[in-house]
């Protein structure tokens, strides 16, 4: 279990109801989100990062939690933005830059930097293959995304929208297209493992 290595200089000013919201709320969350970060960083170090990060600004923020609501989907979303935020900023190096497409995706944020990106085999050991990991690890970031937060992590499409910030529509395509990839990718897997095709 990853330990935070920060401690609250102001915890002793928290209200009883936020100190409550933070330490049965959030803090539960914590194996859940440095899962989810070491499949955005792919290595320990940013993972830890990430997640001290999330929940620095979590903390800083709290007021604007809702009662009652998805903690780890408010966590995620933390986290997910923190992440891009912090890669723009390493990312950045003087280059020409073409001011006539302003409009730049998610997908191409990341297109030329997939090995930064590839998730560990070991992050979700004992719960799926090398096989289904690899072929995972191949589909496009925003296809990647929606996969491991629908089918692992398992939050409703209302809540991946909210996470990835995009339409419910969106994201239903999304997890159409990467189950559609996995399932030619994995196929002949499939078939060495024993399944067969019911249709």
Excluded at 16 to 24: G, L, P, R, T, V
Excluded at 86 to 115: C, F, M, W
């Amino acid at each position: 279990m990853l330990l935070l290595n920060f401690t609250f200089t102001a915890t002793s000013l928290m209200s009883d109801q936020k100190e409550h919201i933070f330490n049965h709320e959030f803090m539960p969350q914590i194996d859940a989100l440095f899962n989810f970060a070491m499949y955005l960083s792919g290595n320990e170090e940013d993972a830890n990062d990430l997640v001290q990060d999330t929940y620095m600004r979590a903390f800083q923020s709290i007021e604007t939690y809702q009662v009652g609501s998805n903690p780890k989907a408010w966590l995620f979303r933390i986290l997910k933005n923190n992440f891009i935020n912090e890669y723009r900023k390493k990312s950045r190096r003087p280059q020409a830059v073409d001011y006539g497409d302003s409009s730049i995706t998610e997908e191409e944020l990341y297109a030329n930097h997939t090995s930064f990106l590839d998730m560990r085999k070991d992050i979700f050991q004992n719960m799926i293959g090398d096989e289904v990991t690899m072929a995972i690890n191949s589909l496009p970031v925003d296809l990647k995304t929606v996969i491991v937060l629908c089918d692992i992590e398992g939050f409703k499409y209302e809540e991946i929208a909210k996470i990835v910030d995009a339409p419910v529509g969106t994201v239903r395509s999304r997890i159409h297209r990467a189950r559609n990839m996995l399932k030619k990718q994995l196929w002949s897997y499939a078939q060495s493992m024993g399944y067969e095709d019911k249709r």
